[in-house]
């Protein structure tokens, strides 16, 4: 997958198991997903540490099935990002950061 300018992201680690079923410390990831609608929430200590470790980023990602969650996880990136080669830049080079959007409160009645 490198050889051919890809990255590699480890997408919802913990969601179906509790230990990850991929060696990363022999294939580590560029990337894991740390924040998801699909990634344990109590699984964040274990993913930083994971990524450190391996040197992988740490990313967010929405993966929305339904209008309600767009955007409730994204990646802030420091510049745009107009084509593939520069969002392939920009994630390599870490010129991003995973943001978590704040829940709005729900009104009381």
């Known amino acids: 997958m490198r050889e051919r300018g890809g ?6 680690p913990f969601r179906y198991r509790p230990e990850l079923t991929v060696d990363v410390d022999r294939f ?3 990337a894991i997903e740390v924040h998801s609608r699909n ?3 109590k699984e964040e ?7 450190g470790r391996t040197g992988a980023m740490l990313l967010s990602s929405s993966d929305a099935h339904r209008a ?5 996880f994204f990646n802030r990136f ?8 520069a969002l392939l830049a920009a994630l ?3 010129a991003f950061e995973p ?10 009645r």
Request: charged share 20%.
């Open 68 to 72: 309600s969650s767009v955007g409730a």
């Open 45 to 51: 200590k274990r993913i930083r540490a994971i990524a």
């Open 99 to 108: 943001i978590v959007r704040p829940t709005p409160a729900v009104p009381q």
């Open 39 to 41: 990634t344990p929430d």
């Open 92 to 94: 390599r080079s870490g």
């Open 28 to 30: 580590p990831p560029d």
């Open 7 to 12: 990255y590699l992201i480890l997408c919802h």
């Open 78 to 85: 420091r510049e745009d990002t107009p084509s593939m080669p």
